[in-house]
């Protein structure tokens, strides 16, 4: 790539031993240059962090390689912890159960200059805990509609699945790092609106990773873990989409207080927020319901990736 900018490839590591060999050796075989590879653990009990530096130890190719672990477990957090110290232009995501093509980051930094946006994400190969395939995550043809109206009114869609971001590292700036207290986990709510806030989003439809699916994952032990049992389910993705909503509304207001010359034009869609909250509470509202007549009863319990 002419004049190509230095990006930071960012690896967030926690309680994947098994998956960490194929998901650190896909970004060290990233066909991008100047490359920054950060890989950072979060706190791992399973030897995650022994077998990074063991992977990493003999490596002489021409990346920049950085390893850090955090003292404690930061969960969203440990995004922040590479952010401070990435030094590219643009920023691409990686998760250690995941297996990135090679040409991953030159497409998503391609793209993020074409288009002139400030987030792209992709489509992805799904497999499972195996490495068998199970599908494409989005249809090829896939073409979300555009603009910060239509984030609000679907919430999290699939085409901006977390695991596929890059972003201008000029979100980070806007915005600053990730924050526990407002989303433990999610990503992919939060994100693309605030992308949408500054240059907006775009979608490229060809996969660019495999997206491994398995049952020890965040986001199956915090949201589908009650897939079997639908009242139980909706109850918890409406609670989700709930706090990442609320989330979504504060960055609003912030932004709305940083740029007072955009309040006219931006203050409608905190009217749109509130109107989403109110739907989604009202679902939540009616499975809880639904529980409560099935004789059931809310019980919170600690997740497999819970810290001791």
């Known amino acids: 790539m002419k004049d190509a900018p230095l990006v930071t490839l960012g690896l967030t590591s926690y309680q994947d031993v098994d998956y960490l060999p194929?998901?650190?050796?896909?970004?060290?075989?990233?066909?991008?240059?100047?490359?920054?590879?950060?890989i950072s653990d979060d706190c791992s009990t399973d030897g995650s962090w022994d077998l990074i530096q063991k992977l990493t130890q003999a490596y002489d190719g021409p990346h920049q390689l950085l390893l850090q672990r955090n003292q404690e477990q930061r969960r969203v957090e440990n995004y922040n912890a590479i952010l401070e110290k990435?030094?590219?232009?643009?920023?691409?995501i990686a998760h250690s159960d995941d297996i990135a093509l090679p040409h991953r980051v030159s497409q998503l930094v391609a793209a993020l200059r074409e288009h002139d946006v400030t987030l792209v994400s992709s489509n992805a190969e799904c497999i499972d805990h195996n490495g068998r395939p199970l599908g494409l995550l989005c249809p090829v043809d896939s073409n979300p509609e555009p603009g910060i109206d239509n984030l609000i009114k679907y919430g999290w869609r699939?085409?901006?699945?977390?695991?596929?971001?890059?972003?201008?590292?000029a979100l980070y700036r806007e915005f600053g790092g990730l924050e526990n207290r407002y989303s433990a986990f999610q990503t992919d709510w939060i994100?693309?609106?605030?992308?949408a806030l500054l240059k907006g989003v775009?979608?490229?439809?060809?996969?660019?990773?495999?997206?491994?699916?398995?049952?020890?994952?965040?986001?199956?032990?915090?949201l589908h873990a009650q897939r079997d049992h639908l009242h139980m389910y909706r109850e918890g993705m409406m609670a989700s989409a709930i706090?990442?909503?609320v989330y979504r509304f504060r960055t609003l207001e912030d932004f709305i207080r940083r740029h007072p010359e955009q309040k006219d034009k931006l203050h409608p869609l905190l009217a749109l927020l509130r109107k989403k909250m109110l739907i989604y509470s009202a679902d939540l509202a009616e499975a809880r319901n639904q529980l409560a007549l099935e004789g059931l009863r809310p019980r919170w319990e600690k997740t497999e990736d819970a810290a001791d």
Do not use: C
């Not at 194929?22 to 240059?33: E, G, K, N, P, V």
């Not at 699939?158 to 590292?169: C, F, I, R, Y």
């Not at 775009?202 to 915090?222: D, V, Y």
């Open 202 to 222: 775009h979608f490229i439809g060809e996969p660019l990773l495999k997206l491994r699916k398995h049952n020890a994952s965040r986001s199956n032990q915090h």
């Open 191 to 195: 994100l693309p609106f605030q992308a």
């Open 22 to 38: 194929q998901a650190i050796a896909s970004l060290l075989a990233q066909d991008y240059r100047p490359l920054q590879i950060i």
């Open 243 to 245: 706090t990442q909503t």
């Open 158 to 169: 699939v085409t901006h699945h977390g695991a596929t971001l890059a972003w201008n590292m």
């Open 86 to 92: 990435a030094e590219g232009e643009y920023f691409v």
